[in-house]
T-cell receptor, first 113, second 115 residues
Framework: AQSVTQPDIHITVSEGASLELRCNYS??????LFWYVQSPGQGLQLLLK??????LVQGIKGFEAEFKRSQSSFNLRKPSVHWSDAAEYFC???????????FGAGTRLTVKP | DTGVSQDPRHKITKRGQNVTFRCDPI?????LYWYRQTLGQGPEFLTY????????KSRLLSDRFSAERPKGSFSTLEIQRTEQGDSAMYLC?????????????FGEGSRLTVL
């Protein structure tokens, strides 16, 4: 079965600094990968997704992620963080022809002024 | 608003009581999911419907839990004889049917507190 690991429980960055959130997955074949963001009191919102093709995918709000098969990783990046990016970020994986979307434990992002 | 809606948003109950949550998915979506999220954890898959058929259930879904989607539209999740360990956020999500690779659209969740 597929699984997701987000090694960083909490990250603090200064506003304007760059950001990288780590995600490692475990799956026997090529997975479908997602990043979701959850703000307090809000539902999960999709930032971006990877299915195939270009391994660098662009998402909303200036986020991007890179799929690296050799490292089983799908790290999320943003070149310049804004205070409104403070939230919980979840990486998720779905196996091909599988309806069970598995989430990591999440990384909480704090943005310092 | 045409997003996924859940009701109630918050429910406080005493141990041993039954509770029911409702989810109204996006109207053209026939895939519907229930997840449970506890503090500091990511959402955990509970069950999945394709139209009115419940196609998958997690082992997390004990016999005290039951989910239905009688007409392939809204869904209910019932927890019988609630326990304190059931306290969590219950999330509903829906998605288009074309393939399992489509994104899921989440509701804001129903928070359950069992006293």
């Amino acid at each position: 079965a597929q699984s997701v690991t987000q090694p960083d429980i909490h990250i603090t960055v200064s506003e304007g600094a760059s950001l990288e959130l780590r995600c490692n997955y475990s799956y026997g074949a090529t997975p479908y990968l997602f990043w979701y963001v959850q703000s307090p009191g809000q539902g999960l919102q999709l930032l971006l997704k990877y299915f195939s093709g270009d391994t660098l995918v662009q998402g909303i709000k200036g986020f991007e992620a890179e799929f690296k098969r050799s490292q089983s990783s799908f790290n999320l990046r943003k070149p310049s963080v804004h205070w409104s990016d403070a939230a919980e970020y979840f990486c998720a994986v779905v196996g091909y022809n599988n309806n069970d979307m598995r989430f990591g434990a999440g990384t909480r992002l704090t943005v310092k002024p | 608003d045409t997003g996924v809606s859940q009701d109630p948003r918050h429910k406080i109950t005493k141990r041993g009581q039954n509770v029911t949550f409702r989810c109204d998915p996006i109207s053209e979506h026939n895939r519907l999911y229930w997840y449970r999220q506890t503090l500091g954890q990511g959402p955990e898959f509970l069950t999945y419907f394709q139209n009115e058929a419940q196609l998958e259930k997690s082992r997390l879904l004990s016999d005290r839990f039951s989910a239905e989607r009688p007409k392939g539209s809204f869904s209910t999740l019932e927890i019988q004889r609630t326990e304190q360990g059931d306290s969590a956020m219950y999330l509903c999500a829906s998605g288009p049917t074309v393939s399992p690779t489509g994104e899921l659209f989440f509701g804001e969740g129903s928070r359950l507190t069992v006293l």
